[in-house]
């Protein structure tokens, strides 16, 4: 069954409304949704394009900062969650004898990981229950499903979807539980929208748990909490990617598009505090990058060749410019038992703004 048509079976068998949390993980997660059927794997051909995607540069940098935590610990295990295309995985695995797994949801891009790395990487079902290692994550945060909310002068309203006149559209019901709880402990001028994570929240709380020793690397969009929620952003962070444009109707295509939230990095700290593990580092894409020698890496391209650099150079100007995602996209580093600075924090690092 399409999406769509879930979707519109689901609303009418939850008496006409359902969270926009259910909307998302239904048009991306569940069978046949965006991710699910593999239509949202990234790259150029796709409808966004990812760090890993743009070239080799990101993943040579981020290996920097892997390289000394897999020196003093040979053998330490690497688990990428959520590998896309599979081009972070390949990059690493050309720079560091790693012992490389993935924990990836959708069956499709699951297969398409498994052509392209082959023997190289193990596919694991679910997270182990007790972990020593280092976890990836890019741009795996913000697919998570959101809860979306509004601050109205009469309370705060949960706004979920129902199905009008061949539809999806907005409908509004007061918040509670959970939701609510959290809802109140943000102060916001109203009328003001946006989304709480509560399930990547779980997801943070969970990863931590399992985490019996090291480090997790959540590299995403976002903001602070105090950014996330500014008054003047009182419109949310939802946004939808088709075909290399960005808008932010998240109704126009269930299931043939990106639906993404901006990641409140907060309380992603905060989830991992909660299950006892350390905020390690948090900075800005840019910085991170700058940290573990993007620049070096740079360096080692032929200069003379500008049909070599040229590529290369783009690449770091995406990557590290504040007007492309060197600001907007954070590196928040959390983990258990790990005692040595990080590299990719040694200047910058701004966890006392979480
Ligand atoms: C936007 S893509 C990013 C892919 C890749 N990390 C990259 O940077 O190119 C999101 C990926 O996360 C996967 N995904 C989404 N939610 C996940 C979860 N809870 N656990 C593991 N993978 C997840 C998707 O199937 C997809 O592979």
């Given at each position: ?283 800005t894409q840019a910085q991170f990058l700058v940290n573990c020698g993007i620049t070096e890496v ?57």
């Amino acid at each position: 069954m399409l999406p769509r048509d879930r979707i519109v079976r689901e609303i009418h068998d939850q008496g006409g409304w359902i969270s926009f949390a259910r909307y998302m993980e239904l048009a991306l997660h569940a069978n046949g949704g965006y991710y699910a059927s593999g239509a949202g794997e990234p790259g150029a051909a796709g409808d966004f394009v990812t760090a890993p995607e743009l070239g080799r540069l990101f993943g040579r940098t981020l290996a920097r900062q892997l390289a000394p935590l897999v020196a003093q610990d040979p053998g330490l295990p690497i688990l990428e969650l959520g590998a896309g295309s599979g081009a972070l995985a390949e990059t690493l695995l050309g720079e560091l004898d790693l012992d490389y797994s993935i924990l990836e949801t959708s069956g499709a891009l699951r297969a398409v990981q498994e052509k392209r790395l082959g023997e190289k990487v193990k596919h694991l079902d679910r997270l182990p229950e007790r972990w020593r290692g280092i976890v990836l994550a890019n741009e795996v945060a913000d697919a998570i499903p959101v809860h979306v909310v509004a601050w109205r002068a009469e309370g705060v309203m949960e706004r979920g979807v129902t199905f009008r006149d061949g539809k999806f559209t907005w409908k509004e019901r007061p918040a509670s539980g959970g939701l609510q709880e959290e809802a109140n402990k943000i102060r916001v001028p109203p009328p003001y929208e946006s989304e709480i994570g509560l399930a990547a929240r779980a997801w943070m709380r969970a990863l931590c748990e399992h985490l019996e020793h090291g480090l997790i690397l959540v590299i995403d969009y976002g903001f602070p909490h105090g950014e996330y929620y500014h008054p003047q952003r009182s419109a949310g962070t939802l946004m939808c990617h088709h075909r290399h444009t960005a808008h932010a109707d998240p109704f126009a295509r269930p299931g043939d598009e990106d639906i993404t939230a901006h990641v409140d990095f907060s309380a992603l700290a905060a989830a991992a505090r909660a299950a006892g593990a350390d905020v390690l580092g948090y900075a800005t894409q840019a910085q991170f990058l700058v940290n573990c020698g993007i620049t070096e890496v740079l360096g080692q391209a032929n200069v003379e060749n500008a049909l070599v650099y040229a590529p290369i150079a783009a690449q770091a100007q995406k990557l590290l410019s504040p007007a492309e995602m060197g600001e907007l996209f954070k590196v928040l580093a959390v983990g258990r038992g790990v005692t040595a600075p990080l590299l990719g924090f040694s200047r910058g690092d701004r966890s006392h703004a979480l």
